[in-house]
């Protein structure tokens, strides 16, 4: 299984980004996808998932009302759209599918609930 990200590049701060995730290789059912950033120096943050059953979304308190995820259960390909971007954005972000269910309100925000990652798309905002 591969998960290929893509649509990261250099933005103004203001400006917007929409990064894409596909999955391609052996057949598989997630629960969720979610997206992950790491910036230069830092450990590796979530972002935000959604939850398929029931389209539950949720996302790192930064981010909230800036960044919408969405996404495709049947193809198992998730998007973050992104508007209002910071300089403290910058980033690369990773994307990851989760196969176990989590039914708590926040749960995949843990890296460890994912089973598959991306390899990452560099996001970077200037002031």
């Known amino acids: 299984v591969q998960l290929q990200a893509s649509g990261g590049g250099w933005v103004q701060g203001g400006g917007s980004l929409r990064l894409s995730c596909a999955a391609s290789?052996?057949?598989?059912?997630?629960?969720?996808m979610g997206w992950f950033r790491q910036a230069p120096g830092k450990e590796r943050e979530f972002v935000a998932y959604?939850?398929?059953?029931?389209?539950?979304?949720y996302y790192e308190d930064s981010v909230k009302d800036r960044f919408t995820i969405s996404g495709d259960s049947a193809k198992n390909t998730v998007y973050l759209q992104m508007n209002s971007l910071k300089p403290e954005d910058t980033a690369v972000y990773y994307c990851?599918?989760?196969?176990?269910?989590?039914?708590?309100?926040?749960?995949?925000?843990?890296?460890?609930?994912?089973?598959?990652w991306g390899q990452g798309t560099q996001v970077t905002v200037s002031s």
């Open positions: 959604i939850r398929w059953s029931g389209g539950i979304t």
């Open positions: 290789g052996r057949t598989f059912t997630s629960r969720a």
């Open positions: 990851a599918a989760a196969l176990r269910y989590c039914v708590e309100y926040g749960c995949y925000s843990g890296s460890y609930k994912y089973d598959y």
